[in-house]
């Protein structure tokens, strides 16, 4: 008779904290959202790592590609002296005077989105590739860059263009 007695007192326990435990199978957390827009649209969540290379290629390319769609010619040259070596804004210069384009993007426009991917790290460097969109739609075309950072200072020292893609 005890034994039921606690065993029905520990069920009706467990029965009123199962619905503030989340199931195993709901792992996502829903964020919210305006009126209208479809699951689908909204942005995943971002994070980064002030010591990762990787993490400054990308802060990088998103606020140059910001800087460069606004009118700000100023802002570009800052994100350039805090991001890139001295010797790669060298070479950059010299590259844009034979082919008077961006030697950042590889190109004259802005493009519509970019996407950063982790390469290869050996031998103090630290390579990824940079899709960049152009045109909106179902088929935008895609330029890709192969940027090289130093590990020990997190600075890009390289870009150059790519084939490979991902």
């Not at 964020?31 to 649209?41: E, Y």
């Not at 034979?98 to 519509?112: I, K, N, Y």
């Not at 739609?137 to 895609?142: D, F, K, N």
Request: glycine letters at 8%.
């Amino acid at each position: 008779m005890f034994r039921t007695v606690l065993h029905t007192v520990l069920a009706s326990a467990l029965l009123t904290l199962v619905p503030a435990v989340p199931s195993a199978a709901d792992t996502t957390t829903s964020a919210p959202r305006a009126a209208g827009v479809r699951a689908d649209t909204v942005p995943a969540d971002r994070s980064g790592a002030a010591e990762s290379a990787f993490d400054h290629v990308a802060n990088f390319y998103g606020a140059y590609i910001d800087a460069r769609g606004s009118a700000s010619e100023e802002l570009g040259q800052e994100l350039r002296r805090h991001y890139l070596t001295a010797d790669l804004r060298r070479r950059l210069a010299a590259w844009e005077g034979r082919h008077a384009t961006d030697g950042v993007l590889r190109a004259q426009g802005v493009p519509t989105a970019w996407k950063v991917s982790y390469g290869d790290s050996a031998m103090g460097h630290t390579w990824t590739r940079v899709r960049l969109a152009w045109g909106t739609g179902e088929h935008p075309a895609y330029t890709y860059l192969s940027v090289r950072s130093d590990l020990a200072t997190k600075r890009i020292s390289d870009i150059g263009t790519t084939t490979v893609q991902r």
